[in-house]
């Protein structure tokens, strides 16, 4: 297959939703016993060398971290941080599957935002590919009693913030390496993260509190040695993970990349299974068939004719 800048996009994503399923995960099981800024504060200091390795080694220089564009990048790591904050959050108080599934309206919102914003064209194959990939995850997953809390609201509120996230790396993108984009987000979850620590890390235990609220408010607790390094194995997941999906929609059209948001279902069912014990009854693997064929119908019959 030729690997055009569609195809590249393509794989790009597909690689970095894997590894950045790896973060979600650990994150969900250390969320009863620390603080979500404890964790991000440790992944994002820990990220740092790592992202100077791979700006040195795609860009052949560090230089291209000192841009006249850097508040926008920062910005930008600004917005990506409120939406990794508010899916995160959620996934504290919600399982796995429907925390997954709320967040698939962020591939909906890429696509209309793309053209909205962007004035991209799209055909008449894309949309039914997302439309098909969503109807996969509603398949897979068919939410039930638990869309009533409220934090049911909070990864819907991630793919709004998420898909402005992505848009602005397509615009960027002619400008600024991936990268740089990766280093410049990186410092804004730091940021971030030490802010909320500053307010909230001398709090108390947060029991008896919504997990989400528990999540967000809950005082720094000192890690066992082995929720230390899983902590900061997250600084090395968010290197990698932050540079793929910013390569991913620096490279190709947003429109084209954005349906195979939907393969994180794949690995949400996945670590269900492994670390819960639960598997989708007959519905959920036609779901998961189903988001795999519209992927494979985009990549065969759109992507591979961009440019």
Request: aromatic share 12%; net charge neutral; proline share 5%.
């Amino acid at each position: 297959m030729t690997q055009t800048p569609a195809v590249k996009g393509i794989l790009a994503l597909v690689a970095g939703i894997a590894v950045f399923s790896v973060q979600d995960l650990i994150l969900k099981l250390i969320s009863g016993d620390y603080p979500l800024h404890q964790a991000m504060l440790l992944r994002s200091l820990t990220a740092i060398p790592f992202l100077l390795a791979i700006t040195w080694f795609f860009d052949g220089t560090l230089r291209t971290l000192v841009s006249p564009t850097w508040p926008a990048m920062l910005a930008r790591g600004l917005l990506n941080f409120l939406a990794y904050t508010l899916y995160y959050l959620a996934l504290a108080a919600l399982p796995m599957a429907t925390t997954v599934a709320l967040y698939f309206t962020a591939p909906l919102m890429i696509v209309v935002m793309s053209v909205v914003i962007l004035r991209e064209h799209v055909s008449a194959p894309r949309w039914i590919a997302v439309a098909m990939g969503f109807a996969g995850v509603i398949l897979m997953v068919r939410p039930g009693g638990d869309l009533f809390d409220w934090a049911a609201l909070l990864p819907i509120l991630c793919s709004v913030a998420y898909a402005g996230s992505m848009i602005m790396a397509r615009v960027m993108g002619t400008r600024d390496s991936a990268a740089a984009m990766a280093f410049w987000g990186n410092l804004a979850f730091l940021a971030a993260a030490a802010a909320l620590a500053l307010i909230y890390g001398r709090g108390g235990t947060a029991e008896g509190v919504h997990p989400s609220l528990a999540f967000l408010t809950r005082g720094w607790v000192w890690p066992s040695g082995w929720d230390l390094f899983l902590m900061a194995s997250c600084g090395l997941i968010a290197a990698i993970g932050l540079t793929l999906l910013t390569q991913a929609y620096r490279v190709a059209q947003s429109s084209v990349v954005a349906p195979f948001e939907f393969t994180f279902a794949f690995w949400g069912i996945l670590w269900g299974w492994l670390f819960w014990g639960e598997l989708p009854d007959a519905l959920g693997w036609l779901g998961i068939g189903v988001i795999i064929a519209a992927g494979v119908y985009v990549l065969r019959s759109e992507g591979v004719k961009e440019g």
